[in-house]
């Protein structure tokens, strides 16, 4: 599928600063049997298992600290210091035959520092079904903004469109639950530019996550 430049802009659109409410106090739900998608195969030891429990269920994800280490780490961060739990997914971007979910933490007071990219021509990752990615707007600007892709989208790799994003892994369990987050009702009037009509009439929260193995 080709993606153009205009689409890689309206993602793009959605990098910004904006603080959100930080009462995060729904219960998790029943975790949701497994769901898993091939990927080309990575040593154990490369990998590290996170779990992640929403107001609509629990995702599990598996991180590729091995090709993407920097990237991994950068997430493993916001888990790891509790700040992921203040993140929510707030988009649902469709273009084309295809879509993706998106959530981060949008506090500036829960947010580390911008990282270094690494580009899919240096990783190896694509972006293909149930991949988790670092957004960015521009090399060196990726911080706490992330997405899951619904499908493989070939144009957000390097490099004919620029350096694309950052994907750092997968998701093993859960993808009906990131389906049904990014089939929930949109508000028509939220948002600006862009992203009016995209944004989630109900913001999905995320309400814990930890590590499942892994160091």
């Given at each position: 599928m080709s993606i153009t430049v205009t689409s890689l802009a309206l993602l793009l659109a959605a990098v910004q600063d904006a603080p959100v409410d930080p009462a995060h106090d729904a219960a998790p739900a029943p975790v949701v049997e497994e769901v898993a998608e091939d990927a080309d195969e990575a040593p154990a030891e490369d990998l590290v298992t996170v779990a992640i429990d929403t107001t609509m269920g629990r995702i599990v994800l598996e991180?590729?600290?091995?090709?993407?280490?920097?990237?991994?780490?950068?997430?493993?961060?916001?888990?790891?210091?509790?700040?992921?739990?203040?993140?929510e997914f707030y988009r649902a971007m469709p273009f084309g035959d295809t879509g993706l979910a998106q959530f981060g933490v949008r506090r500036l007071d829960k947010t580390h520092d911008p990282i270094a990219h690494e580009p899919t021509n240096e990783t190896g990752l694509k972006h293909e079904r149930g991949t988790i990615a670092l957004i960015n707007a521009?090399?060196?600007?990726?911080r706490s903004d992330f997405y899951i892709a619904m499908a493989p989208i070939p144009g957000f790799d390097c490099c004919d469109n620029g350096p694309g994003f950052a994907p750092f892994g997968r998701v093993v369990e859960g993808m009906d639950v990131v389906e049904a987050i990014y089939a929930a009702p949109i508000d028509p009037d939220k948002g600006e530019g862009v992203m009016k009509g995209q944004m989630l009439a109900d913001p999905v929260k995320i309400t814990g996550a930890e590590r499942v193995d892994g160091d």
């Open positions: 991180l590729d600290r091995g090709r993407a280490p920097i990237t991994t780490a950068n997430f493993l961060a916001y888990v790891d210091d509790g700040y992921i739990e203040f993140a521009g090399p060196g600007t990726g």
